[in-house]
Nanobody
Framework: QVQLVESGGGLVQPGGSLRLSCAAS????????MKWHRQAPGKERELVAS????????RYADSVKGRFTISRDNTKNTVYLQMNNLKPEDTAVYYC????????WGQGTQVTVSS
């Protein structure tokens, strides 16, 4: 059974940091491209960052470049999103996504940036 379980979301003040984690099981994690998406209220889901299977080919949305860092640990079947200098416009539900021979999604974790 495929599972992607996100954690690490919460409420943070502008300028603060959060680290999201996504623990994967039920598929060959090390063979999959991993992505983080987000969806803010009333907006379409957008791709935030992606990382290749060997932790190469890092990609970021322009809105998060220089502030967010995606990484993965294939020994722990986990992908991370380090988010620094958070802004109110980063408020959204963040989703983990695995893509290769399948397309798997987590349930999402809420990130709220507010003073």
């Amino acid at each position: 059974q495929v599972q992607l379980v996100e954690s690490g979301g919460g409420l943070v003040q502008p300028g603060g940091s959060l680290r999201l984690s996504c623990a994967a099981s039920g598929f060959t994690f090390s063979s999959y491209v991993m992505k983080w998406h987000r969806q803010a209220p009333g907006k379409e889901r957008e791709l935030v960052a992606s990382i290749g299977s060997a932790a190469s080919r890092l990609r970021y949305a322009d809105s998060v470049k220089g502030r967010f860092t995606i990484s993965r640990d294939n020994t722990k079947n986990t992908v991370y999103l380090q988010m620094n200098n958070l802004k109110p416009e980063d408020t959204a539900v963040y989703y983990c996504n695995a893509v290769q021979w399948g397309d798997y999604w987590g349930q999402g974790t809420q990130v709220t940036v507010s003073s």
